[in-house]
């Protein structure tokens, strides 16, 4: 299994396709299989504010990269309309590219309870609906869960994530992955490293705040968020900071992940 970390040089649509047309090669993985011929859900991360939110431009590139690929329909969404302009996107309700949120007007949660483990929760209809799904995450610090990247970015799918937020997030954020609307849908991990809350987290503080300027991806989300976190852990080691295992926050849900065989935390690293 392979991450991909590539470093933004001119503009988001050309490290995309560069990113991709290795992936293509190296894992043999045609965009086609990447973003479905029908709908495709983006999900961004827009919790953190202007500051420490998913890129805008990445979303809207990935969104292009989507359609030239064949793609029906793509929608870039998260849970609220407000938290999507507050961090710097405009809501766009119709064509081929949408931008709305949960909280759009005849969206809202699916009335099916899906379950997997301990978790029990209603779904965006924007992820239930959707043909394919991407997880298009922050790199990010986390109080309770060591680190917030892609599995946990579907926390911002359900109706009820305050609930499961107990022991580190574990095995909650793996459970909430594999409930049908996430497992069966989702296809690509990506993590926006061109920023970083490293510390004090998932809000923005500028003390704690880096510019790796890169994205990591990959198949699989076991690998690129343990790949994240290891980012995460040298941002915080150059700035003197304790690790996350130091300070009682190591993310153990990541290695439940893999116990559940979500993915692998041993993995290729190829550096474009």
Known sequence: ?????????????????????????????????LFSSGVLSLKVNTLGGPKISTSPSLASSLAKVALSAGSGEVIIWDRSEWELKRAGYRIKRRGKIKVIATDSPRVGYWDRLFTYGEVGSLFSRIQVFADASISLAVLKDHDMAGVTLSMKNYYGAIHNPNKYHDDGCDPFIPQ????????????????????AQFHRGPSYHSR???????????????????????LIEKLRARAGLPSLKEEGREPHWIFTAEKMGIGKTKYQVVEL
């Open 1 to 33: 299994m392979k991450v991909y970390v590539v470093r933004i040089g001119g503009n988001f649509e050309a490290a995309l396709g560069k990113a991709f047309r290795e992936m293509c090669r190296g894992d043999k993985i045609c965009l086609q299989n």
């Open 176 to 195: 909430v992955f594999l409930t049908r609307p996430v497992s069966s849908r989702h296809t690509l991990s990506i993590i926006d490293a061109t920023r």
């Open 208 to 230: 704690w705040f880096a510019k790796p300027g890169v994205l990591i991806l990959g198949r699989d989300p076991v690998a690129v968020d343990h790949f994240g976190w290891r």
